[in-house]
């Protein structure tokens, strides 16, 4: 052994044997804060937490809660083309007659249709048609014609139907039109009176 070391065996004594494996006594932490400066005598405050406010979730007023909604996109039908009425297909054409008129086409028509003996009738005076609503007479007195006044009857009036093609309804509204569009229960009284003088 040197000079330098020394021996220290003589310092801690030996451990027992019955002591086996136990744990060496725990050391306690000193007490001491460690802020504090040795020399001074000053109590060092303790940190403060800062308060931190609690989450208050939002009211939700019941039968108010807006639940997003997905809207439904729906695609135009396409329509349905109507089929054309076939050619030979009648469909009503009314018009009123006065009284005593519609009873002399009842009796001039005896048993065949109102339409065929309208249509019979056109056919014999749609020529003449324009002596009764076609425009007057120009006079010498330098004055502009009038407007024909519309036909009125004080009688009473009495409803007919006739059954045409859309072709004979055709034909007649062309020549109203051509007439300066007389409505049409005037139109079917000139043309009955015609048909009835003619007769």
């Keep these: 052994m040197t000079a330098d070391r020394r021996d220290l065996s003589n310092l801690t004594a030996p ?30 405050e303790p940190e403060v937490e800062p308060e931190v406010e609690p989450e208050v979730e939002p009211e939700v007023e019941p039968g108010f809660i807006d639940v997003p909604v997905r809207e439904k996109t729906e695609r135009a039908k396409p329509k349905k083309a109507k089929p054309p009425a076939p050619a030979g297909r009648k469909r009503p ?20 249709s109102y339409a065929e003996w309208v249509l019979d009738a056109y056919r014999r005076v749609h020529t003449r048609l324009e002596e009764v609503f076609g425009p007057p007479a120009a006079d010498d007195s330098g004055l502009p014609p009038r407007p024909r006044p519309p036909r009125r009857h004080v009688e009473r009036l009495t409803s007919i139907q006739l059954r045409l093609t859309e072709q004979e309804i055709d034909v007649l509204e062309r020549k109203r039109a051509e007439l300066g569009g007389p ?3 005037e139109f079917i009284t000139a043309l009955v009176e015609l048909g009835l003088d003619e007769g």
């Excluded at 060496?24 to 020399?39: E, K, S, V, W, Y």
């Design 183 to 185: 409505s049409k229960s």
């Design 15 to 44: 451990t027992p044997r019955a002591a086996g494996l136990t744990l060496p006594p725990r050391r306690t932490a000193p007490t001491t804060t460690p802020h504090a400066d040795a020399g001074s005598a000053r109590e060092v």
């Design 93 to 112: 054409y009314s018009a009123y007659l006065p009284g005593s008129l519609a009873d002399r086409l009842k009796e001039a028509a005896g048993t065949t």
